[in-house]
């Protein structure tokens, strides 16, 4: 920025060919052929597209672009780009030509042989294609590569088998669109066209210098530490949570800002985390497909911006052992294009029982589907995290707040609501709920799912995570409540009637989904277990929820996906984790056979001479302390490097299993054991071994030396 002071609205959007844009720049006809399109959801002609191409050419030449990317989300957790120049053939008199054809907009060919694919696409057919989504507007990336038109896209293998998260993603809103439509009708609206899964995402992430970056290769190589003691002081004076920004960090914070507001994301609000050293980004929420899309954008952005400030951005869900990990809120809601927010309590007793039939719908999907839920915030990271320092438990469970729980356990009761524990006169016929204003709704930092008074609330997913998939696990098990209840309502004879004993009857049949109580305590693992709840603790335990007969006759039934892509993804996410634990180990195995034991022998060494030395200089002075110290470190020392060979061991047979399942399971229980029993001596040499030997930053300069 070479201005000090700027208005946000001059810049808000500037690199955005967002609606304003395309309004002012298309030809009208184009622009309403766009807009119908996009509308409906179908696929652009080339006449349109070719004009709509060479529009977005010109403006982003004007912002400096020389290049064109389709921008999409393979299945690898980033986002992936492939750059073209837009320099077309040079003509005769030597001079070229800047061209970018409707084809190039809606289509493109990235080899697609190096992404992911869990066997959907064999090599000889490496061929797939992104496809531009004019719903998520194009939009130019100045950095100091550049700059670059970057078109959001999905990517698709040549059979048209998603190979993304934003294809499936679409599809969902599809569903819940059509369902929400559907449920809206019987209530007799007739003014909504469209129903959209409106999202916001809180982001959290941990900043921390960046030559202490460098100087650990176990957070350059895995995104967090293997190893580390903990810091005389912690995270139990509560006293970074929302305390002041640093200017340090203000700075880069306002940078992040200016970046996202260019680019049309609404970022909105930014705190200090409870952790040291972590924060928190939120944008104002939007379409699901965008919000998807922005939350890369911010995770891009953060780490681009903290490079340029001297830090790192840490997105890892669990840098740290022993303080917060970082998380991503995915807050939900369903809206209307004439602003009806489905989940928002009503003013007319007829809105009420509206509300509380969705309500009950979303219990009934979440509890029929929790282990669907529970793998859509499975990541290798998050495994690290959930269950531990003020994370959610691995148990899903809704919670709903003392007020509506009062109100659902009165239908239950006696088949009547008819006042609410505020005081006020309830009566679902007559009159109306009481406002569930925000702040009457408590708050329960505990619960992975939520309902903060006019959406929902998804705690569990991990902040390295896309949220494309907890958002398409969301929109199509909610679609299919709503599906359910809209089959056996359309039928009904005195809808008053059966609509009420619905409400009654899902309340009831999925009131143990349900729990308001502090779900970090350990009587709850022991309550949910017995409601029958499913408690998946760890990432490969989850997966196969994704391939079950209920999922794929689920994902099926909503054209979301095929059985072909889910058990493509289960194949990817234990291809992931395998992956991703045996770099953990190597790194690990690395910094102990390289750094840790010869800078402990170092030691050793000093203490020796120290020995020596002082008692041939005199007889008087006692070394007991010496002696005591060398015998300490040394059998430390012993114990490392036992355990050391005990994971090389383990490591090298992990490797050598053929079966990637079978694969992953051994990392999870052999490799990972052997690595947290390696830690614990070296974490205790860390406390023994002189801090200037010492070959790499503590927690301590890590996070309270930002
Ligand atoms: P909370 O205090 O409940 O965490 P915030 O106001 O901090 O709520 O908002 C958190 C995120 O939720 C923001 O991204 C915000 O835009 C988003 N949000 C607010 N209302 C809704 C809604 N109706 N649907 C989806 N997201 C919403
Ligand atoms: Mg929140």
Redesign the pocket.
Known sequence: MDKDYFNVADIFGENVFNDATMQERLPKKTYQKLKETIRQGKELDLETADVVAHEMKEWAIEKGATHYTHWFQPLTGVTAEKHDSFISAPKENGKVLMSFSGKELIKGEPDASSFPSGGLRATFEARGYTAWDPTSPAFVRQDAAGATLCIPTAFCSYTGEALDQKTPLLRSMEAINKQSIRLLRLFGNTTSSRVTP?????QEYFLIDRENFLARKDLVYTGRTLIGAMPPKGQEMDDHYFGAIRERIAAFMKDVNIELWKLGVSS??QHNEVAPAQHEL????TEANVAVDHNQLIMETLKKVAYRHGLQCLLHEKPFAGVNGSGK?D???LVSDDGI?LLEPGKTPHENIQFLLVLCCILKAVDEHADLLRESAADVGNDNRLGGDEAPPCIISVYLGEQLQDVLDQLINTGVADHSISGEKLDTGVTTLPDFLKDATDRNRTSPFAF?G??F?FRMVGSEDSVGEPNIVLNTIVAQAFSEACDELEKADDFNMAVHDMIKRLAKEHQRIVFNGNGYSPEWAKEAEKRGLSIINNMLDAIPALVSDKSVKLFEEFNVFTKAELESRAEIEYEIYAKKRNIEAKVMIDIIRKQIIPATIRYTTVLAESVNMVRSATDAADVSTQVEMLTEVSACLKETKEKLVELEKHEAKGVDLADIKERAFYYRDYVLPSMEALRKPVDRLEMLVDKSMWPMPSYGDMIFEV
Do not use: F, L, R
């Open positions: 409106s999202v916001g995402v809180e909105k609000t939120a944008p104002i929420y809120h807050n939900w809601s927010n903060t006019n959406k609330e």
